[in-house]
């Protein structure tokens, strides 16, 4: 069975702040796929970043970068001098490959809310 | 707006009532899937469709859930004699299998917030 750990239930920073989210996995395949999705006050999930199990490359848009280190089984979120737009809850999530070798269904952490303050 | 749409946004309902509601997809994605989100909690996978096909479906989906997605578009959820631990934000999310049929990365809609009283 697959499995997410996000320890951090919630964290706060004050803006222009460096964060790293933690996020832990668990799977038996070989191959599978890992991401991010941010879930504003509205409520709506937005995807952050896809990641492929072969492919360990760390990965940086703007102000956001994310650190996949298979040994660990661990897939790191980092927002670098954070905003309060970034204020939302965060969530990792895992999803095993098909036979076609695309992502299925997603497997989510519970999730850690980021507060951002002035 | 070419996103995922889902109808309605919110939904009281008391107990023993049914219920239905609708996922439109992004147009070219095939992959529909839907998902159950608790307070405090991530989604759970509910059930997805290929194209009009429901292949798979999780135990939390009990006999009084049932999904469709006639001619591949629109999914319909219904949920049959509600209870209150149906409440919950029912969130819809497609996406594409590759090439024209987009990415296989998962777009959510708003959800549709169930409340059963």
């Known amino acids: 069975a697959q499995k997410v750990t996000q320890a951090q239930t919630e964290i706060s920073v004050v803006e222009k702040e460096d964060v790293t989210l933690d996020c832990v996995y668990e799977?038996?395949?070989?191959?599978?796929?890992l991401f991010w999705y941010k879930q504003p006050p509205s409520g709506e999930l937005v995807f952050l970043i896809r990641?492929?199990?072969?492919?360990?490359q760390n990965e940086i848009s703007g102000r956001y970068s994310w650190n996949f280190q298979k040994s660990t089984s661990s897939f790191n979120f980092t927002i670098t001098a954070s905003q309060v737009v970034d204020s939302a809850v965060y969530f990792c999530?895992?999803?095993?490959?098909?036979?076609?070798?695309?992502?299925?269904?997603?497997?989510f952490g519970t999730g850690t809310r980021l507060q951002v303050t002035l | 707006d070419t996103g995922v749409s889902q109808d309605p946004r919110h939904k009281i309902t008391k107990r023993g009532q049914n219920v239905t509601f609708r996922c439109d997809p992004i147009?070219?994605?095939?992959?529909l899937y839907w998902y159950r989100q608790t307070l405090g909690q991530g989604p759970e996978f509910l059930t997805y469709?290929?194209?009009?096909?429901?292949?798979?479906k999780s135990r939390l989906l009990s006999d009084r859930f049932s999904a469709e997605r006639p001619k591949g578009s629109f999914s319909t959820l219904e949920i049959q004699r509600t209870e209150q631990g149906d409440s919950a934000m029912y969130l819809c999310?497609?996406?594409?299998?590759?090439?024209?049929?987009?990415?296989?990365?998962?777009?959510f809609g708003p959800g549709t917030r169930l409340t059963v009283t």
């Open positions: 990641r492929n199990s072969f492919d360990e």
């Open positions: 999310a497609t996406s594409g299998t590759g090439g024209a049929n987009g990415l296989d990365e998962q777009y």
């Open positions: 147009s070219e994605h095939n992959r």
């Open positions: 799977t038996r395949d070989t191959t599978y796929y």
């Open positions: 999530a895992l999803s095993e490959a098909f036979n076609t070798g695309t992502a299925s269904k997603l497997t």
């Open positions: 469709f290929q194209n009009e096909a429901q292949l798979e």
